[in-house]
């Protein structure tokens, strides 16, 4: 890594300068200045410098370098949350782009600071990281790479198998028995007080019999009592599947990794959007002022990258246009006083048009917004009719015959369906724990539950087998296929290698 | 390539090569970029893994994206991935980038060489090569050596009081200079002659002969960036008789014929390379290497002839001579050819019944004496 040049810490602090003027309330930035090979190797790590040995980094990397090497995409910035934030600048770079990375990476960093959604992430994880990397290193140093990384993989494809709400949740009180253990406890039949001369009188056996039955049925039922839906399917793994303490920790630590990076995947549209604003704000406010130039096409330049940045994809949403375009919605309403009931309820579109009550509480809303938000209700509340018209979206499908896709509609309830398809438990499938006893044979239940769309059956099926060599015993999960045009409920069924679908009447290897 | 991430990225390509982690094999995605080096349009294979996980079937399949168009309209699906000029340009010829030299040489290993390799008498001398090690007062601007002259520069003003520390200046005159210049140095130059020889008789079927191309291509490939205008070549085939071949592409593209097998024929034609008085190569000067590749199935009463023009002629004379043996079948010629690589030091055997083990094979032709 190269050393951090006296320009660019006057650089910082010209930004820092005017954050302090803003309610950008930052965690304080390490910038680092790396080579354009270290930063693919780093972004490979997801920005930490060290994790545990896993192909896919390899496989990341390969990626990066290659569309470096190609021209298709240099990674300009890098940000990682913690405290302090460590961020790397690629060596070489532009004044302009020095200007607009640090500002840009001043946002994340304010953004994870105070979203919500951070709130219970380990604002230490540069060195939880660090420390995971040695754990697993020495396991695989004792148990070998092969059987490790296979168990890693077999855990990476659960990761995403948890729970939002989980960091949320108060710890829960473990005076619950894990509900796959069998309350075998024989029970004292509970009797009469007699003399032992008066027993067969007062206790006959008859009675006793009844007692006995009376207490099979009740400790029968509570062992059927399928418990409720558990959604942090690798938790539970984690609790009660039966690990070797290696395999225990692996997991573990896939878990930890998993809910660590989970709020960046909530909120990616509004970290996005809230960096692109404030960087925009920055450089043309300030940063790119006559005064503060460093160098005379900063200007050109800035402007350059940043329309690169914004611009509009025909294919998928660009997270920092949208983000951006968002604020900047927000803002505007807020200031003109577009927004609550008098305003949605006016019918008077010329009036409509010109509304301004001048309220100029744009700015206070949108810091609102980035702190108690996500991508989804980001979305949900401020993605309105007027907004998306104005910045021109439309919702395109594959034409399965000539393999080109097409704009569908330009509807506004369909394209915001569709993106909030997208967001709704990050576009993942919604899988269930519901029985851990299943047939009370200790055989895990899933439950898949339908939204009209079926699960792709092959990778369904391997990452079932997974489940059942963590779990050790049959998994099986009951979905939806469409056969036919018609939905038919189908439950597939892992067995150690074999692996069975059943439906209604039949049943079928696969 | 940055240090800490070599070993995760290694990994991923064996697995990728299939090598480990077979299972993971069916979930290998063959990605590709079109990328533009230079003039030239290049495909770059981009292969990635997918790992299952739940996911839905078609998640991808409705979208949403921006910008204008009616309904109806086709979205430009591509992206800005062919360039921007790709299309209107009719007859661009797309290069694999695929293996690059450094890749294959890398995949090698840098431990192999052509073993034995000698300067060969007159050569020797012959070349000489200036480099620039030394310095001197006088020369032109464009060789002035930047540090020297500052120090010197640097060490009269101190000298002279000259120089003050709160206003660092420093400024050379004339007799501060400092340049480069060259000293002529002969360079030890040993060339080699490498001669390639392979079976396309009748047995050699399918299998076999993809190896050999293979092995061949390998070799080939790895010696020419290794040792570039140092090393000449011959390319050599024999059914039961033998004919050199005067360009690599028409070597390559032989496939068999279906004649006998008359192993001595090629030795015979090769011998005539480097031997006698109408030999393009003196063997006093060049150092020779000969590969021969085949299935050993020999007409019987000719292995013995073999076995006797390699102790004699062609063993003695030349650097390194081996054999590598395309099939897992064994032969008379083979066994030979077995015994003799044990009692030689500068001949060489390697079984390839299989591609897989061409890399263990030219480990052992190119490696280090054993």
Known sequence: MTKY??????????VLGYIANTKLDPFPVVFEVVSSDEMSSIASYTGFPRRYPHWRFGMEYERNHNMNKYGFQQIYEMVINNNPAYAYLLEGSEISTIKTVMAHVYGHSDFFKNNYMFKNTNRNMLNKMGDNASIIRKIIDVHGLEKVESFIDSCLMIENLIDANYTFQPPKRND???????????????RFKAKDYMQPF??????????????????KKEKEKVPGPEKNIMLFLLENAPLEPWEQKILAIIMEEAYYFLPQRQTKIMNEGWATYWHSKLMTEYLLRPENMLQKDELISYLDQHSKIIQQDRKNINPYRLGLDLFRYVEHCWNTGRHGKEYEECDNLERKQRWNTNEGKGLEKIFIVRSCYNDIM???????????????????????????RFIFSRDFAVIKETMLNQLTNLGLPL????????????????????????????FAVTTLKS??????????????????????????IADGEEVKRETGTSTQFI | MAGIIDSDYRRFREIVKGHVRKNLKQYIVNGELIGKEGKDYVRVPLPYINLPKFIYNDSENAGIGQGDGEEGDPIDGYGEEYGEEGGNQPGDIMYEADLSLEEIAEILGEKLELAELKPKSVDRILKEKDKYKSIRKTGPESLRHFKRTYQSALKRMISTGEYKPEKPIVIPVRQDKHYRSW????EPNAKALIIYGRDVSGSMDDERVDIVRNAIWCQDIWIRSQYKDRVHHAYLAHHSDAWEVDDREKFFSIYNSSGGTVISSIFNKMIELFDGPLARYNKELWN????????????????DKCISILQEKIIPSVNLFCYGHVTNASTNFQKKVMTLSNQSPNTRYAEISTNIQILDALKKFLGAKK
């Open chain 1, 5 to 14: 040049p006296q320009e660019y810490k006057k650089i910082q602090e010209m």
């Open chain 1, 176 to 190: 619950k028995a894990p509900i796959f253990e069998e309350q075998e406890t024989a029970q004292e039949i509970p």
């Open chain 1, 202 to 219: 007062i206790n006959p056996p008859e009675f006793l019999e009844a007692q006995k039955k009376r207490i099979d049925e009740a400790q």
């Open chain 1, 378 to 404: 980001f979305i949900d509340e401020f993605f309105t009719p007027e907004f998306a018209a104005e910045q021109n979206y439309f919702m395109h499908i594959d034409d399965s015959s000539t393999d080109e």
């Open chain 1, 431 to 458: 899988i269930y724990i519901v029985d851990s006893n299943f047939k009370n044979r200790n055989e895990l239940q899933l439950y898949h539950k339908w939204t009209g769309i079926p699960l792709r059956r092959d």
């Open chain 1, 467 to 492: 489940i059942a060599r963590i779990w050790k015993r049959p998994v099986n999960i009951e979905t939806v296929e469409i056969e036919k045009e018609k939905e038919k409920r189908i439950r597939i």
């Open chain 2, 183 to 186: 000293v002529r140095e002969p």
């Open chain 2, 288 to 303: 020779i290497y000969i590969f021969y590749y085949g299935d050993g199935e020999n007409y019987e009463s000719d292995n």
